[in-house]
């Protein structure tokens, strides 16, 4: 008990400081990926030959900015966007320095996730729309978003999951949170507790997030319900 009491008091307010900055990075960013990748992905799905509105020179843009974007390794696209990241938030390191390429990096990956639920939906409720007289946008909001809204809130869970380990990374370079922690005091200070309280909580986070996302998508089913 005195070796935990003393562990507490040395580095417990560390990993409260660490916990909050990882979870600020990681719902922030979450938030900007998904403003800028949910309209992508939803002209992503419009725009494909059995779309809406099909335009092929669009969608195919729209493919190689998605596909471009989400083979770059996160490490490598967070040096390369460092003068950017400066130039728009005024520093690289820090909380906010890691929100830019996080970003810029889940924002690809949104844009397929939400392409690929969009995709889910039944092709007859479109019809059905279509018969009615519906515009493409109501179609959209209405039938699609609606119908596939469980999948997109799955979407969400694993986006924040891939986002919290790709902090972790960030914690290389200088961003906080607990992979700074883990990295600092776990490896090159060789305090095996941080390292390991470290991973313990990440898991327990992960787990926790998870399993609200889950329960958020089987709340929001209808489908389940009818």
């Known amino acids: 008990m ?3 009491s003393t562990f507490i008091a040395d580095y417990g307010q560390l990993f409260v400081d660490g916990t909050i900055d990882t979870l600020i990075m990681t719902c922030v960013s979450c938030f900007f990926a998904y403003v800028i990748g949910l309209p992508m992905g939803i002209a992503f799905h419009v725009t494909t030959p059995n779309g809406l509105h099909p335009m092929k020179v669009v969608n195919t843009i729209l493919g190689w ?5 989400r083979s770059i ?3 490598i696209l967070l040096v390369a966007l460092i003068p950017f990241t400066r130039l728009l938030v005024g520093t690289s390191l820090g909380i906010w320095g890691a929100i830019v390429p996080l970003t810029v990096s889940a924002a690809p990956f949104v844009a397929r996730i939400v392409e690929q639920s969009l995709a889910e ?3 007859s409720l479109v019809e059905a729309a279509q018969a009615f007289g519906a515009s493409n946008t109501q179609i959209i909001f209405k039938v699609v978003l609606r119908e596939t809204l469980p999948s997109l ?5 694993i986006t924040f999951v891939n986002l919290f380990g790709y902090t972790a990374m960030a914690g290389a370079v200088g961003a906080g949170g607990l992979g700074d922690i883990a990295i600092r005091y776990g490896y090159q200070r060789w305090v095996t507790e941080a390292m390991v309280v ?3 909580l990440c898991v327990i986070l992960v787990i926790i997030f998870q399993t609200f996302g889950d329960w958020l998508a089987r709340k929001v089913d209808h489908r389940r319900r009818a």
Do not use: K, Q
């Not at 900015?65 to 974007?69: M, T």
């Not at 809130?153 to 869970?157: K, Q």
């Open 65 to 69: 900015i998605i596909n471009i974007g």
């Open 198 to 200: 470290a991973i313990i």
């Open 2 to 4: 005195d070796v935990i």
């Open 153 to 157: 809130v799955r979407g969400v869970a």
């Open 73 to 75: 390794p996160f490490i």
């Open 121 to 123: 939906c039944d092709p």
